[in-house]
């Protein structure tokens, strides 16, 4: 039969607004974690990336947070653009302290509103 | 400075054919890993090479494989191709076999429809 693929959650945001993208990652081992970008018909795109030994790591517009109790991490995009408008993806590293492969997350859908 | 290329970038096969995809990383770069990614979902690993050595391998029969040349670049070879192997196909570079910054420079993708 036909498979249907799986819907990615959405988020829509006014321009100008801040996104927050939320993941829920598997391993408490994991020690390296980084977002990626992808835009309709390319390949993702680093955005920042954060370690285990810390909690916040801010770059350009964008700010990542790690809640290692609660295996959660967040993107906080500043003042969002139109350009801004992708599939947000989390991924983890494994094994821990090599990286040699990551283990993505489901992905999220920004659509940022004129 | 040319980014990771790909190619082809599409192709349609049929069931049961065999296919190759080929892949350059970044100049410099001596790591190469092939992601698989089905619509709607996030890109899962399949293999990482390093010095044309096999690092990693991800949960994929043995219908996949893949081998990387003396100048870095790799080939993806599938097999006895399935339907549920419809997928855009990604190749990523880094410059070591695991770095520290741990960043990876993905490609465009290769797109392969199988009929």
């Known amino acids: 039969g036909e498979s249907v693929g799986l819907h990615l959650p959405t988020l829509s945001v006014q321009e100008g607004d801040n996104s927050i993208i939320n993941c829920a990652y598997s391993?408490?081992?994991?020690?390296?974690f980084i977002w990626y970008k992808q835009e309709s018909g390319k390949g993702p795109q680093f955005i920042i990336d954060i370690r285990s030994n810390m909690d916040k790591r801010q770059g350009q517009r964008v700010t990542v947070l790690l809640n290692k109790t609660v295996k959660h991490l967040s993107l906080q995009i500043a003042a969002t653009q139109p350009g801004d408008s992708a599939v947000y993806f989390c991924?983890?590293?494994?094994?821990?302290?090599?990286?040699?492969?990551?283990?993505f997350g489901s992905g999220t859908q920004l659509t940022v509103l004129p | 400075d040319a980014g990771v290329t790909q190619s082809p970038t599409h192709l349609i096969k049929t069931r049961g054919q065999q296919v190759t995809l080929r892949c350059s990383p970044i100049?410099?770069?001596?790591?190469v890993s092939w992601y698989q990614q089905v619509l709607g979902q996030g890109p899962q690993f399949i293999f990482q090479y390093y010095e044309k050595e096999e690092r990693g391998r991800g949960n994929f029969p043995d219908r996949f494989s893949a081998r990387q040349f003396p100048n870095y670049s790799s080939e993806l070879n599938v097999n006895a191709l399935l339907l549920g192997d419809s997928a855009l196909y990604l190749c990523?570079?880094?410059?070591?076999?695991?770095?520290?910054?741990?960043?990876?420079?993905f490609g465009e993708g290769s797109r392969l429809t199988v009929l």
């Open positions: 100049s410099g770069h001596k790591s």
């Open positions: 990523a570079s880094r410059r070591t076999e695991s770095a520290n910054t741990g960043e990876l420079f």
């Open positions: 391993n408490s081992a994991s020690d390296y």
């Open positions: 991924a983890e590293a494994f094994p821990p302290g090599s990286a040699r492969q990551l283990t």
